[in-house]
T-cell receptor, first 111, second 110 residues
Framework: TQLLEQSPQFLSIQEGENLTVYCNSS?????LQWYRQEPGEGPVLLVTVVTGGEVKKLKRLTFQFGDARKDSSLHITAAQPGDTGLYLCAGYGGSNYKLTFGKGTLLTVNP | NAGVTQTPKFQVLKTGQSMTLQCAQD?????MYWYRQDPGMGLRLIYYSASEGTTDKGEVPNGYNVSRLNKREFSLRLESAAPSQTSVYFC?????????FGDGTRLSIL
């Protein structure tokens, strides 16, 4: 079973601060995805990274895929209250159909 | 566009009762999925259907059955509900690319 370990599990910061969320595994993934989930809703895809070493930016969010395709990070610059939510990493490993999810990082950005 | 629609949104059952959770997608996706989400556990795959006519077990299939009724619809059945099945259930679809999720069914079993 391929596992994705996310850290930290909880993060509470003030508006304007920077933060990084980590997603690590001992297994290689063909791609990794980051989702954001708000209360009462399903997860929504933020980004997919496919190539080892790849960096993608989405406004104030920067996503990186490790060179060995075993880990990924999400960095948020100047966090805003609207960034509050559960951030989930997920990856396709041995199967193109079965997506493995990390346990998530619950981010709270206080005004 | 509705995307992925799940019904019901909330349900309370007694131990031993049966229930079917419904999921329909209007994106003409081939693959559909059922997950459960518990506090601190992330999303865990219960069953999936790679294409119409096929279903396969995921990580936590015990106590559940599924039916891929047609390309649009994928239902999840609890034959004899147990308190351990109290959870939020999400349906998703894809073809290929990212998974698109419904807003979930919150199920409590007393």
């Amino acid at each position: 079973t391929q596992l994705l370990e996310q850290s930290p599990q909880f993060l509470s910061i003030q508006e304007g601060e920077n933060l990084t969320v980590y997603c690590n595994s001992s297994s290689v993934f063909s791609s990794l995805q980051w989702y954001r989930q708000e209360p009462g809703e399903g997860p929504v895809l933020l980004v997919t990274v496919v190539t080892g070493g790849e960096v993608k930016k989405l406004k104030r969010l920067t996503f990186q895929f490790g060179d060995a395709r075993k880990d990924s990070s999400l960095h948020i610059t100047a966090a805003q209250p609207g960034d509050t939510g559960l951030y989930l990493c997920a990856g396709y490993g041995g199967s193109n159909y079965k997506l493995t999810f990390g346990k998530g990082t619950l981010l709270t950005v206080n005004p | 566009n509705a995307g992925v629609t799940q019904t019901p949104k909330f349900q309370v059952l007694k131990t031993g009762q049966s229930m079917t959770l419904q999921c329909a997608q209007d994106m003409n996706h081939n693959s559909m999925y059922w997950y459960r989400q518990d506090p601190g556990m992330g999303l865990r795959l219960i069953y999936y259907s790679a294409s119409e006519g096929t279903t396969d077990k995921g990580e936590v299939p015990n106590g559940y059955n599924v039916s891929r009724l047609n390309k649009r619809e994928f239902s999840l059945r609890l034959e004899s509900a147990a308190p351990s099945q109290t959870s939020v259930y999400f349906c998703a679809s894809r073809d290929p690319g990212p998974q698109h999720f419904g807003d979930g069914t919150r199920l409590s079993i007393l």
